[in-house]
């Protein structure tokens, strides 16, 4: 049965015996175009927790708020850690409690390059500690840095979130980190990788959580780093779930000395490690095409990248992983199609889904985007902490959105803006729990999404549970398409957020 025919199915048996109102598929097919826009690392309360009319900081409980060390028992209070493990001298010591970055004391700015807190699959659930989310400074490279919030950070994207739709229970797909939610995003999966090299397994202790340094600081002194013993890429059982490079340029691995260039050297490097096996699950590209639906993959630098990649491993990258002079940071961990053997370099499928940023701007003014369009900004404009600052990618994301809005096809599109995860920030909301909601591999912690469109209810909360799944779910009831496996069955499918009248 198709998606759309188990949802009839089963808006049949719900409504039996009682008069209910249903949203007719007629008028979802009113939205000829889907844009997908993928920025990076911010939870929701990190960047919307004051926004009129959603569950903010406020709500949080005393419980939530209040971070514990590792032996249970409440942080005197909250130290910032630098780059180099240990307190950084330029934060003050805090009280324990979600502070704002943007006044005093710690006078943070939107348009600066901040801290970036560790954020890893295993991580991510000790920090959430049960929906208690009371573990994040002492899960975390940054300790007190994780609770940290922009209170007035006057974001151009805060504007689109008043005039439409801003969704304030929308978790991100799975637990960790951008790798494997760029993942969730196309196949709400987890990679396999069979055979890595012993020191990119992870080491877990009896109680399935990470083996801790025993040389970790006590909390007496407000230290409260901690890390895995080991790499923690690959699960016990085989699944890919922290930064893996991709098997295809461009990747963080350089092509093998007098080996293709068009491939990562399978030998891995010694900076980042062995790339990931060519994949071959179900995709939600798959799905499109094999409905002859339009779809494409843009990404800022991906043509600049490509060649970048092809490098002799001998040479030094000037776009892939490299910000100097002016350089655009493209992430290769972030680029989820080219992990996929459909997607090789010289495939049909390569050359007609995965395109660069130019072409996006080039499609929307000529008002010729496929019917779904996913768009990955370049590394400096994705908002990533440590590498690049909110106020970048603000203004970039919205300069996109007011390029759609003057598009050709703006009147029958539906544009949702979110992150692939939270960043290692902290959010007081505890993820979805039980049948149909949670699995192995999250949902983790809650993050901002806009729905931006003709139809969005305009100057909308939108307060349904939603995963990054949500995303797929939709795609997929307004083109018909199969429903991907790791769908998961409660969460919503965005269509609370229009108004079709």
């Known amino acids: 049965m198709t998606y759309r025919g188990w949802l009839l199915a089963f808006a049949i048996v719900a409504t039996i015996g009682r008069p209910v109102e249903v949203r007719c598929d007629e008028a979802l097919a009113k939205i000829k175009n889907i844009v997908v826009i993928y920025a990076e690392n911010r939870s929701f309360d990190h960047l919307y927790g004051f926004f009129p009319g959603a569950n903010g900081i406020d ?27 240990r307190p950084d001298p330029r934060f003050p010591t805090l009280p324990n409690g979600p502070f704002r970055i943007d006044a005093p004391p710690v006078n943070g700015r939107a348009d600066a390059i901040l801290l970036n807190p560790i954020h890893a699959f295993y991580h991510n659930q000790e920090q959430i500690n049960g929906g208690r989310n009371n573990m994040f400074a002492a899960m975390s490279n940054a300790g007190g840095w994780t609770m940290g919030y922009f209170g007035n950070a ?13 969704a304030d229970n929308f978790f991100m797909g799975a637990f960790g980190g951008s790798y494997l939610n760029h993942q969730w995003l196309i196949c709400a999966c987890a990679p396999r990788h069979a055979t890595p090299p012993e020191h990119m397994r992870v080491k877990l202790d009896p109680n399935g959580k990470l083996t801790k340094r025993p ?11 901690v890390y895995s013993a080991g790499g923690g890429e690959v699960t016990p059982d085989d699944y890919s779930v922290n930064t893996t490079q991709p098997p295809y340029q461009p990747s963080g691995v350089p092509p093998a000395p007098e080996g293709n260039l068009d491939l990562a050297d399978p030998k891995g490097s010694p900076a980042r490690g062995e790339p990931l096996p060519p994949q071959s699950a179900k995709t939600i590209g798959d799905t499109l095409s094999a409905n002859d639906v339009r779809w494409v993959w843009y990404a800022g630098g991906w043509n600049l ?51 660069d940023g130019e072409d996006f701007l080039r499609d929307i003014a000529a008002g010729t985007l496929p019917d779904v369009s996913f768009y990955k900004p370049v590394g400096i404009f994705t908002q990533h902490p440590g590498y690049t600052d909110l106020v970048r990618g603000d203004e970039h994301i919205a300069d996109i959105l007011d390029r759609l809005r003057k598009s050709p096809q703006w009147g029958e599109m539906a544009v949702i803006v979110t992150y692939d995860e939270n960043g290692g920030f902290w959010d007081h909301v505890p993820p979805p729990q039980g049948p149909g909601w949670s699995d192995r591999f999250g949902p983790g912690t809650r993050i901002p999404t806009l729905i931006i469109s003709p139809y969005a209810r305009r100057g909308h909360v939108d307060k349904t549970s939603y995963d990054t799944t949500s995303i797929l779910k939709f795609i997929s009831r307004r083109f018909d398409l199969q429903s991907l496996q790791g769908v998961r069955l409660n969460a919503g499918d965005l269509t609370n957020a229009f108004d079709f009248r």
């Open 305 to 355: 990248a490509v060649a970048d990649g092809r490098r002799d491993a001998s040479e030094k990258r000037k776009i892939i992983y490299n910000r100097e002079d002016g350089a655009p940071n493209f992430q290769p961990p972030h680029q989820p199609f080219n992990y996929y053997a459909r997607f090789a370099p010289g495939t049909r499928d390569r050359a007609e889904h995965l395109k």
């Open 59 to 85: 709500n949080a409980t005393d419980e939530q708020r209040t971070q514990l060390d590792h032996d249970g028992k409440p942080l005197p209070h909250l130290v910032i850690f630098g780059g180099d493990g």
């Open 154 to 166: 006057e974001l151009r994207l805060m504007q689109w979130a008043k005039d439409y739709t801003l």
């Open 215 to 225: 040389e970790s600081p006590s909390a007496e002194s407000g230290a409260v780093q």
